[in-house]
């Protein structure tokens, strides 16, 4: 992957020594989530139909799984269908259903082996009766795992998250259940589709697009942001290991200022009124 910003001894290192070494850095993302983009231009580049992108789409799902679950990530979310999404043609879309009927049931075994709970996201009540009954089974059948969740993005919409929580708020205080002075960010985030899974650390975003794309857009306010020019069928565990290196060397500071340290080496509070104007000699 290029130009991610990594050490360059990483280069060398083969996948299970990259492991190892993001594994010895420490600094993990707890939530990773993958906007999953070039499926279309993976299949036209090889005079193929778009499904057969979409299909191609599958293995780069399982290496990410794989390899999440190796590093003990918490919360894989992968963008598998977006509101947007309906808008494409009638054909492609059922095929696209389809396809996630047969994934589901392909990889449930496999996923109960690794002990991958499934979870999913969005206006699920959109979906058609046998994708909707295979993601239902399925979820039963991962409940009682403990290991990586993976969460699936399903007819999801940032924007209609917002407002369905805005309209859970809304009712909650017509009902008197709400004060309007108790209106927050945590009693918002109560009418979120999935309020328990803590806000992505790190978006990933494949095929060198560099827009969120309606995903996650209040959960992803602090995410670290990291695209790459990798078509989603050929993003491989080596591209996600360098993309968490990526994260691993950010320094995540949330709007605020990093410790400092005085001239002696020692740390120094960025609320230290005293030092703070001895640096900029201001006098008062």
């Known amino acids: 992957m290029p130009s991610v910003g990594v050490p360059d001894l990483y280069a060398n290192l083969t996948d299970d020594q990259l492991i190892d ?3 010895a850095r420490g ?13 279309g231009r993976w299949a036209r580049r090889r005079y193929l139909p778009r499904v057969a992108g979409h299909r191609a789409g599958r293995h780069a799902v399982r290496r990410c799984v794989r390899t999440s679950s190796r590093l003990g990530i918490g919360v894989l979310t992968i963008y598998t269908f977006s509101q947007e999404n309906f808008n494409r043609p009638e054909a492609e879309v059922q095929a696209l259903w389809r396809f996630l009927e047969e994934s589901l049931t392909g990889e449930r075994d496999e996923l109960n082996r690794q002990g991958v709970k499934l979870r999913a996201t969005g206006e699920l009540s959109r ?12 979820i039963a059948a991962l409940a009682a795992n403990d290991g990586l969740i993976l969460n699936l993005a399903l007819a999801y919409g940032g924007r209609q998250e917002i407002l369905r929580a805005a309209a859970s708020l809304a009712r909650r205080h017509a009902a008197g259940e709400l004060a309007l002075d108790d209106f927050d960010e945590q009693e918002l985030r109560k009418g979120l589709y999935t309020p328990d899974i803590p806000d992505p650390d790190l978006v990933i975003r494949t095929s060198g697009e560099s827009r969120l794309s309606n995903f996650l857009l209040w959960q992803s306010a602090y995410a670290e942001l990291l695209t790459t020019p990798v078509l989603w069928p050929d993003f491989g565990v080596r591209d996600l290991l360098l993309a968490i290196a990526n994260y691993q060397g950010r320094e995540r500071r949330y709007g605020a200022l990093p410790d400092c340290e005085d001239h002696r080496g020692r740390a120094s509070s960025r609320f230290d009124i005293a030092r703070w104007k001895r640096l900029l000699k201001v006098r008062l």
Do not use: S, W, Y
């Open 21 to 23: 070494a993001v594994l």
């Open 27 to 39: 600094n993990l993302p707890h939530h990773v989530a993958i906007i999953m983009d070039g499926n």
């Open 127 to 138: 979906l058609p009766a046998p994708a909707r009954t295979a993601l239902e089974q399925t």
